[in-house]
């Protein structure tokens, strides 16, 4: 079993930053992909950026160059750094992790983005 924390959502004006922590705990050895992903109101859950226990990461388009994904293995938390933020980056963001081909979410933190 995984459980998952995410932290550090807010409020932030447009070309603001915010940093996203996702804590892991429970019993297991070394989480396999993890992940970040955002729903929106009325919208559908999409990926926003995956990192794999390698360290190997991947985008959506809409925010490369501006989000940096990464984690910290020996302390069990992934990171979001979101900078230029744009509206259009609202929303819920979740926190997710594979391991042993199960997928666990956490409870997600609001990001708001607006002038």
């Known amino acids: 079993q995984v459980q998952l924390v995410e932290s550090g959502g807010g409020s932030v004006q447009p070309g603001g930053s915010l940093r996203l922590s996702c804590a892991a705990s429970?019993?297991?050895?070394?989480?396999?992909?993890m992940g970040w992903y955002r729903q929106a109101p009325g919208k559908q859950r999409d990926l926003v950026a995956t990192i794999a226990s390698s360290g190997s990461t991947h985008y959506a388009d809409s925010v490369k160059g501006r989000f940096t994904i990464s984690r910290d293995n020996a302390k069990n938390t992934m990171y979001l750094q979101m900078n230029s933020l744009k509206p259009e980056d609202t929303g819920v963001y979740y926190c997710?992790?594979?391991?042993?081909?199960?997928?666990?979410w956490g409870q997600g933190t609001q990001v708001t983005v607006s002038s």
């Open positions: 997710k992790a594979q391991y042993r081909l199960k997928n666990y």
């Open positions: 429970g019993n297991f050895w070394i989480i396999d992909a």
